[in-house]
């Protein structure tokens, strides 16, 4: 069983709808991060947060909002997303942010925009 | 500017049979690296990590890594290939964010 939970498993929703991602772990991590991953590809990292402010955006389109609203939940809230923005998107945690730090990944959220 | 490169897109092997998967690594200063792996509509599961001394490193599942600075590779290894060992490696190298090779595809036959 992943330690890093991520609600719902699937989602479908329409270019004009208004979602969220959820993420929660309880592992104490003070580093929290989203990743996109296109099948069979890398992730891509999107947004990290070290100790619940955000400390790296990948340039990432505004459609796409991130929030932690403490050290265990991080949300992505999604708005007038595009076809292409169909996805597998994971959660990771790991106890800071830094280089040698193991991520702890979800199982994702898999995204289906009509 | 770091990069990592996985250079087989997929890698078969038998049952029982020892597995090498490749990776080497563009990294400024002392590299962090590290092998995920991925099983299917899974996330990411951390397998080892290179930080600093044993060129070996010992992970989960029975799998090691190979550390060579001057062939600047980490290649991942397994003396002994399970059916169960089939899924998408990842490795990645980890300067302020972490940056993935483009994975591989290990497929054991039994």
């Known amino acids: 069983d992943t330690e890093v939970t991520q609600t719902p498993k699937h989602l479908v929703m329409g270019m004009t709808n208004k979602k969220s991602l959820k993420c929660e772990q309880h592992?104490?991590?003070?580093?929290m991060y989203w990743y996109k991953q296109k099948a069979k590809k890398p992730p891509e990292l999107m947004f990290v947060?070290?100790?619940?402010?955000?400390?790296i955006n990948e340039s990432v389109p505004s459609r796409f909002s991130p929030e932690c609203p403490n050290s265990s939940l991080l949300n992505l809230h999604l708005h007038a997303l595009q076809p292409e923005d169909s996805a597998l998107y994971l959660c990771?945690?790991?106890?800071?942010?830094?280089?040698?730090?193991?991520?702890?990944f979800g199982d994702g959220t898999r995204l289906s925009i009509l | 500017a770091q990069s990592v490169a996985q250079p087989e897109d997929q890698v078969n092997v038998a049952e029982g049979n020892p597995l090498t998967v490749k990776c080497t690594y563009s990294?400024?200063?002392?590299?962090?690296l590290f092998w995920y792996v991925q099983y299917p509509n899974r996330g990411l599961q951390f397998l080892l990590k290179?930080?600093?001394?044993?060129?070996l490193v010992k992970g989960s599942y029975g799998f090691e890594a190979e550390f060579n600075k001057s062939q600047t590779s980490f290649h991942l290894k397994k003396p002994s290939a399970l059916v169960s060992d089939s899924a998408l490696y990842f490795c990645?190298?980890?300067?302020?964010?972490?940056?993935f090779g483009a994975g591989t595809i290990l497929r054991v036959k039994s």
């Open positions: 290179y930080i600093t001394g044993d060129n």
């Open positions: 947060y070290s100790y619940e402010k955000l400390s």
């Open positions: 990771a945690s790991s106890p800071r942010a830094g280089p040698n730090q193991p991520q702890h």
């Open positions: 990645a190298a980890d300067g302020n964010k972490l940056v």
């Open positions: 990294v400024s200063g002392n590299p962090y």
């Open positions: 592992m104490g991590h003070r580093a």
